[in-house]
């Protein structure tokens, strides 16, 4: 570990000790990236960009590092992380993770929730770009198991895995917000392009979409693999979809709610899901689609607008550019 990475861990703790609020810890590398799990209940903000030209890849985070097993995740599901990471839109790329003998695997392992102490792990605004991630069962780019928040984040590469499987989270129990994958994802059962496992009532999907190939077994879908008592809701898949048993263009197993959200029968080759309405390329890209209640499966008007090519609307969650893309959200730009 870097001397720097330890003197701003004891910083933050002696600030925590005497009763003042510490400044977020920064990281401008991997090194720093790494120190969290020394801290799983710290305030953390993303300064730069990291990939593989950045200080520490090598040796924490690269097809060599750790014997080949590349990055080891952040927590475990016994001692999550329940501080709050801030990536401020940049983005973590060329992550190597080769764990598949093992369960909890991501860059984070596992955010958690603490009952008794309220403490919710917090694990925004972050990319993870271009990343190679193998596991066992509750897999995903960002977090293996996420009983926390997950808000404006996003993930591209490629995700691997045999159960609870997906491209920005393995399995989902809590909220998983405004965030998209395109990540490839392949796995055997619970595979889903976003998440392949939103579980029980306190995990809830909304405002977020996925682009990437499915591939799988049973229980596989675009977006979700199985929706169990959780909530999805505005949210939509486009994605190439295969199984063999609960296959479905956005959810391959549905004992929950979904609602107001979409797939496409052409990118996806799926003509049945679980849940959601299927439509065409064409319809997915009109805005009427999502602000219209007459259209099937819409029951109340997204939070959406049209803009034009090159512009962003912030003040809606969604924007499109009428007739010529998907939806994307505000913080993402298009052309």
């Known amino acids: 570990m870097k001397p720097t990475s330890i003197f701003l861990i004891a910083a933050a703790l002696i600030a925590a000790t005497v009763g003042c609020a510490p400044r977020p810890i920064e990281i401008r590398d991997w090194y720093d990236l790494h120190a969290i799990r020394n801290n799983l209940e710290g305030s953390y903000v993303l300064m730069n960009d990291l990939d593989s030209a950045t200080a520490g890849y090598i040796e924490l985070a690269s097809a060599t590092a750790n014997g080949g097993r590349g990055w080891e995740p952040i927590g475990t599901p016994d001692d999550g992380f329940t501080g709050r990471f801030n990536g401020q839109g940049y983005g973590i790329g060329d992550l190597f993770i ?58 591209s590469g490629s995700v691997t895995g045999d159960s609870r499987v997906g491209g920005l989270v393995g399995w989902n129990q809590a909220t998983l917000s405004n965030s998209y994958s395109n990540c490839s994802v392949t796995g055997d059962s619970r595979v889903g392009g976003l998440t392949g496992d939103n579980w029980y009532y306190r995990g809830t999907v909304s405002n977020s979409y996925s682009t990437g190939r499915v591939t799988g077994s049973t229980r596989v879908g675009g977006l979700v693999g199985i929706n169990y008592y959780g909530s999805v809701t505005r949210s939509y898949s486009t994605g190439n979809v295969t199984g063999s048993s609960q296959v479905g263009g956005l959810v391959g197993y549905n004992k929950g709610t979904m609602s107001n959200s979409f797939w496409d029968r052409i990118t996806s080759g799926m003509e049945q899901s679980d849940g959601g309405v299927g439509k065409t390329t064409a319809k997915m890209m009109d805005i009427a689609t999502f602000m219209d209640t007459e259209t099937e499966g819409l029951d109340e008007p997204w939070d959406i607008v049209a803009v034009a090519v090159g512009e962003t609307d912030h003040a809606y969650a969604w924007n499109i550019i009428d007739g010529q893309t998907y939806p994307f959200l505000n913080w993402q730009s298009a052309s």
């Open 98 to 155: 080769n764990h598949p003998d093992e369960d909890y695997v991501g860059l984070f392992a596992h955010i958690s929730w603490e009952r008794h102490i309220e403490n919710v792990g917090i694990v925004e605004n972050v990319g993870l770009i271009n990343v190679e991630v193998t596991g066992s069962a509750e897999v995903g780019a960002l977090v293996g198991h996420n009983a926390g928040i997950v808000n404006n984040s996003h993930s």
